[in-house]
């Protein structure tokens, strides 16, 4: 018996609707260079911003801190600006759609040992030049890049 193949979308029903998320670009704000916070997604396994559902009545940056205490074990507070998004595919058998994920970034303010989604995410504090290699996203290592260069020039001011 194989294991079934995480990309293999066919059977699936494509809905037309775009659901809006939020992610959190979680970061070391004393390191140098920058380090940043990952997972691994539950589906795929694949280097990720911790993200998720914007539940009613939260912002998105709200929204965004409560994804990194889940998938990370992160705590921080969220910029109220978004500092880019990117679209992807939401699998959820039968279905599948688009999500729109407005990433914010969150220095860490704590780093806990045992989180929520613990046992089903690995952690990574990464360099810029090491996200680069573990994620095979462009949108996110564009975001990454972007706040990297961001950082680096209001250090240097």
Known sequence: MTAADPDDLSGLTPLTWIEPQAGVLAYQPDSNPIRIVLVTSRRTGRWVFPKGAIDPGMTAPEAAEQEALEE???IGTAATTSIGSYKSLKVRP????TVEVSIYPLPIDEVLDVWPEADQRTRRFATLEEARQLIDL???IEIAENFSREVSRSDSS
Not at 94 to 97: G, K, Q, R, T, V
């Open 72 to 74: 990370a074990g992160i």
């Open 138 to 140: 462009p949108d996110l």
């Open 94 to 97: 039968p279905a599948l759609w």
